[in-house]
């Protein structure tokens, strides 16, 4: 039996996150703009968290490994993270992201970690090897967005950053499934607290209000 016909339209059909993103990308690959000269730009332009500067020298001064999960392009993070922290600890920092395909032609595309996702990389699968340590260590994760949903659940202490707008989906998230949370505006806000704990002065269930 077919379908009736409608006499007035219908919205456009919601795409997930992920073709949404590479339709974007396309676009700008396709108006000629190549992968180095975008790089560029973003450098130029993208100003991250001015605290996660002297974060990320208290973690790697106190063995505190620091791991960028991301659904961006590995060589744009590394790229935008040399303004804040400068190239050689932009390069030895550790990223499970996307990646990018460069072709002879110049032409490049994404390269998805995880093409059945609908982010393009299912960042829970960056936390669960770690909860099968036979002595898994504290992890605290940062997140500011949808795409952070899936590993929210495997953190020990999860950190949601308040967004300039005021809106955040993924406190939403974690409050309606009752995923407890911790706020923070930048990494100088956090620090303090992940030190707190790692020195054992406080326990993840006390920051969390347990």
Not at 38 to 47: A, D, M, P, S
Not at 84 to 105: F, K, M, Q, R
Not at 138 to 144: E, R
């Amino acid at each position: 039996m077919s379908a009736p016909e409608s006499t007035l339209p219908y919205p456009p059909i919601h795409k997930d996150k992920k073709d949404s993103f590479q339709e974007m990308l396309e676009s700008v690959a396709t108006a000629g703009h190549t992968f180095e000269e975008c790089k560029e730009v973003l450098r130029q332009n993208i100003k991250l968290d001015p605290g996660f500067k002297d974060f990320y020298a208290w973690c790697k001064e106190n063995d505190v490994p620091v791991i960028i999960v991301s659904s961006g392009m590995a060589p744009l993070i590394r790229a935008v993270l040399s303004n804040l922290i400068g190239e050689e600890s932009a390069n030895e920092i550790e990223i499970i992201s996307n990646d990018v395909t460069i072709h002879p032609d110049g032409k490049w595309e994404i390269k998805y970690r995880h093409p059945s996702s609908g982010f393009g990389h299912d960042k829970s699968q960056a936390i669960l090897p770690y909860r099968d340590l036979p002595d898994p260590p504290t992890l605290f994760f940062f997140g500011d967005g949808v795409s952070d949903i899936s590993a929210a659940r495997h953190a020990d202490l999860l950190f949601v950053k308040v967004k300039g707008d005021g809106e955040n989906d993924l406190s939403t998230y974690c409050t309606r499934e009752g995923i407890k949370h911790m706020l923070f505006e930048d990494f100088s806000h956090a620090l303090p607290v992940v030190q707190s704990v790692v020195a054992g002065e406080t326990t993840v269930a006390k920051v969390l209000g347990g």
